[in-house]
């Protein structure tokens, strides 16, 4: 055996002169030389395929889903979110297939950098650039459009909420039980009643009642502001509790540009106890808010009576009602603050549809006007 490895190892001429036999290429010399090169051209194969992958990765386009899509989400863009953090949240939703190619849709996009915070409906697995067109459009964000008319009450208030809203009833009015988190002013006492302000509201459809109840009184703190309620109060010398009282009786009896005029009557009224009117307001739209009535145009003297402890009959009582009746706009909330001058201490509707008042310091032409009134409620069945 030893001599058959000899023979396979070394030449068969005899080694020269004074040297050892040359040692020749076998089988395993060769096999490192074709693994060696193997091994080079598996890593180019390698490099090179990976590095066409590389450059098809950057020049083709990121994956999109085609379209239309199927069912429908809400997708809510956060305050500050930049659009690649859009991007995220829209795969990780299931609405893009990448957050590259929504970016990409962004960037073609003009308007993307216009899109606001809010929510919107969207799908599962659209095209990235119909998501993107939804997302630029303002008129796409989901909101409860809830509109507030001027002088409701609170319980009215509560109604159109309800009505509008996916939430009952009993839920605003938990709020309204409890109200130390709705940012009332202290002059308020915990009392509501004219401080929920009359607007039309967007709110979102994660909003609770709590919520809306405290973007109602935080728009009536931007009409107060604007108003400068506390120095009109100031100024004239009542409180802005007082003032708002004042406001709430104004937007419930006045029309439009006679809304200074009736503040004026409120003031004169007030400020001279002694007087024609010897203090008291004898204003038809407290009583009713005593009476728990919408409005009724032409008391009698039953309902008047029927009420007459109320503090809100002023009729019976003399000076201003313990608070609001009710929800003052803008314009009734300028109106107290900055009433018109003048001498009147009576004024009368004489026209109801129209809104047509006539204003005297005369008690006699008063009575003239009131006998107007009535020949206008024979004919119509607006009183």
Not at 105 to 113: E, G, K
Not at 131 to 155: A, Q
Not at 358 to 365: H, L, N, R
Request: glycine share 10%; charged share 25%; proline share 7%.
């Amino acid at each position: 055996m030893s001599d058959q490895i000899l023979d396979d190892e070394y030449d068969e001429q005899p080694p020269p002169a004074g040297g050892r036999r040359r040692k020749r290429r076998g089988f395993k010399g060769c096999l490192a030389v074709i693994v060696a090169l193997a091994v080079v051209f598996g890593g180019f194969y390698f490099a090179v395929t990976k590095g066409v992958d590389f450059l098809q990765s950057q020049f083709s386009s990121a994956k999109d889903f085609d379209g239309p899509g199927r069912g429908k989400l809400t997708f809510e863009v956060h305050q500050g979110d930049s659009v690649a953090e859009m991007g995220r949240n829209l795969k990780k939703a299931g609405v893009v297939a990448s957050v590259e190619a929504f970016t990409d849709a962004a960037s073609a996009n003009p308007d993307s950098t216009k899109i606001q915070v809010g929510f919107y409906q969207l799908k599962k697995e659209m095209k990235s650039s119909d998501v993107v067109e939804i997302l630029v459009d303002p008129g796409n964000i989901l909101k409860n459009s809830v509109t507030i008319p001027e002088g409701l009450r609170v319980t009215e208030i509560l109604d159109v909420l309800a009505d509008k809203t996916d939430f009952p009833r009993a839920a605003f009015q938990k709020v309204i039980d409890n109200p130390g988190e709705l940012g009332l002013p202290d002059y308020a006492e915990g009392n509501p009643e004219g401080y929920l302000f009359p607007a039309t509201y967007a709110f979102g459809p994660k909003e609770t009642p709590e919520g809306m109840l405290q973007a109602m009184v935080a728009r009536w703190r931007q009409a107060a502001n604007d108003a400068d309620l506390e120095g009109a109060a100031a100024r004239l010398d009542y409180t802005p509790g007082e003032l708002m009282t004042v406001a709430s009786l104004v937007q419930a009896e006045g029309h439009g540009n006679d809304m200074p005029k009736i503040s004026r009557v409120i003031y004169n009224r007030l400020e001279d106890p002694s007087g024609p009117t010897a203090g008291f307001l004898q204003i038809d739209a407290s009583v009713n808010y005593a009476l728990g009535h919408r409005s009724i145009a032409r008391l009698t003297i039953a309902q008047i009576d029927e009420v007459a402890d109320s503090p809100y009959n002023t009729y019976r009582q003399k000076g201003l009602p313990p608070g609001p009746i009710g929800a003052p706009g803008d314009a009734a909330i300028e109106a107290a603050t900055s009433p018109a001058e003048g001498p009147w201490l009576f004024y009368v509707t004489v026209n109801l549809r129209t809104g047509e008042t006539k204003f005297t310091d005369s008690y006699s032409e008063f009575l003239e006007f009131s006998t107007e009134l009535d020949q206008y409620c024979e004919t119509s069945d607006a009183c």
